[in-house]
């Protein structure tokens, strides 16, 4: 059966995760991080991508970013997924794949929605009981968004820049946002989305998509008799 095409509009948000083979280890040692965020940093440079925020995880990695022009996205990744495995193969003395297939991206539309995944991304960690709060995990975001220490590497959007009137007035909002973490419902609705591919928004977001790419959207719910949209649109 063929592969779903992913769903990429130009200048607007993506949730990315991709995964290591069977969820083994995909980072080994603190260059293999470091490695890997110049490289992230070389395709926004290259293929014209805003990156918001980041996690890299021991065996994952979550991206929040927006393509400028979205077919720039496929090839972003390409050079970046495939130079980051030479290193790590011939560092290693390793063969074969890294990553668990294709990557996954989700739109994300209206504030409320990209600024929960802001949060859901640099959260990871502690979700994970690796750390108690954000601040202590060295492979995020966090430290950017939150004012602790600049990153050249993050290009904040538009409903950040909208959290206050200057950068300090941000931070705060910022942090009072992750002090009050992910709401459960809307934790579930990013990782389904995200695992299918589909958009993550409002009735209202999802229909606007659906007319732009001329095809209707249904998240599938294992073991539901129904298909259901996303969010507040369930018919």
């Known amino acids: 059966m063929p592969r779903k095409p992913r769903i990429l509009i130009d200048g607007m948000a993506l949730h990315i995760v991709q995964r290591g083979v069977d969820r083994n ?19 926004g440079e290259l293929f014209d991508l805003q990156i918001h925020a980041y996690c890299l995880m021991t ?24 130079l980051y495995v ?16 294709r990557y ?11 600024l929960s995944c802001y949060r859901y991304v640099e959260l990871n960690p502690v979700r994970a009981k690796m750390v108690e709060h954000p601040v202590d995990y060295p492979w995020s975001s966090y430290k950017h968004n939150s004012g602790k220490c600049p990153s050249p590497l993050i290009s904040p959007h538009s409903v950040y820049y909208g959290l206050g009137a200057d950068p300090l007035a941000r931070q705060q909002s910022y942090l009072s946002l992750v002090n009050d973490g992910v709401d459960n419902r809307v934790l579930e609705q990013i990782r389904d989305a995200t695992s299918q591919g589909f958009p993550l928004g409002d009735s209202l977001f999802l229909e606007q998509i659906e007319e732009m790419i001329g095809r209707r959207l249904e998240l599938k719910h294992p073991g539901r008799p129904s298909k259901l949209s996303l969010g507040l649109r369930q018919k």
């Open 25 to 43: 280890a995909t980072f080994f040692d603190t260059e293999d991080y470091l490695h890997y965020l110049e490289l992230l940093r070389e395709a």
């Open 86 to 101: 030479q290193r790590v193969n011939r560092i290693y003395s390793r063969s074969g794949p890294l990553w668990a297939g």
């Open 59 to 82: 065996n994952h990695i979550h991206l929040l970013l927006t393509p400028v022009q979205a077919s720039e996205l496929p090839r972003a990744m390409k050079r970046l997924t495939q």
């Open 104 to 114: 996954k991206a989700s739109l994300v539309g209206s504030a409320n929605y990209l």
